[in-house]
């Protein structure tokens, strides 16, 4: 996770975009999916508190329902 921290970090620096997407969540990998969502949001904040404006997008909108 610290390399791609310090490698989005960079790319922002030199004024590069970053977008950022979540492994998909369906019925078989569900339980490691939610393993993982404190660690995805974790990067998605770290990344969002280096970049300006218009540099970070979140591909993330995933909610769980039912569970």
Do not use: C
């Amino acid at each position: 996770m610290m390399s791609a921290s310090q490698t989005g970090a960079q790319h922002l620096a030199e004024g590069g975009q970053v977008v950022t997407a979540w492994i998909p969540v369906i019925e078989k990998n569900v339980e490691n999916w939610e393993l993982m969502v404190e660690i995805l949001t974790m990067l998605d904040e770290s990344i969002k508190r280096q970049a300006a404006a218009g540099q970070f997008y979140s591909a993330a909108g995933t909610k769980v329902q039912n569970g």
